[in-house]
């Protein structure tokens, strides 16, 4: 039995940078004083002006929602897959392409021949808009 569609939920961040100026913690606050103007022969006042440095520190806030894609197989990609396995499995088991059966050439064209066969079942086609769940 082919399988011939599957489902997968994953979590969409919304909105990544959501800050919450409610909730605040003041880490450091500095008063200090800087002058309004420079000092010069014709105005010799000296004038500053009283400033304030605090620091906060922030409540940050992700919202993700949980969303459900469904997919389908691409028989092309499947048919593809199917074939470059084949040839990798006649080639690392059989003598018609070539009489050197090294152990390391027949795993590695039978790992090869599965690769090929696990990407051509698992290049998956999305159907349709992904389901929010509510989550």
């Known amino acids: 039995m082919v399988i011939s569609s599957?489902?997968?939920?994953r979590w969409t961040i919304q909105d990544k940078d959501t800050t919450d100026r409610s909730e605040r913690e003041i880490l450091e606050q500095d008063q200090f004083l800087m002058p309004d103007q420079q000092l010069q022969p014709e105005s010799p006042t000296l004038r500053l002006n009283l400033l304030s440095r605090?620091?906060?520190r922030y409540t940050q806030h992700i919202l993700a929602e949980r969303n459900i894609?469904?997919?389908k197989l691409r028989p092309g990609f499947i048919a593809l897959?199917?074939?470059g396995a084949a040839l990798a499995f006649?080639?690392?088991n059989s003598t018609a392409i070539s009489n050197n059966k090294s152990p390391t050439?027949?795993?590695t064209l039978n790992t090869a021949g599965a690769?090929?066969?696990a990407s051509?079942?698992?290049n998956l086609k999305p159907v349709g808009e992904p389901r929010p769940t509510g989550e």
Do not use: E, M, N, P
């Open 115 to 117: 690769l090929l066969v």
């Open 54 to 56: 605090t620091k906060y």
């Open 120 to 122: 051509g079942f698992l």
């Open 105 to 107: 050439r027949l795993w």
């Open 69 to 71: 894609q469904d997919y």
């Open 81 to 83: 897959g199917l074939s």
């Open 90 to 92: 006649v080639a690392a």
């Open 6 to 9: 599957c489902t997968s939920a």
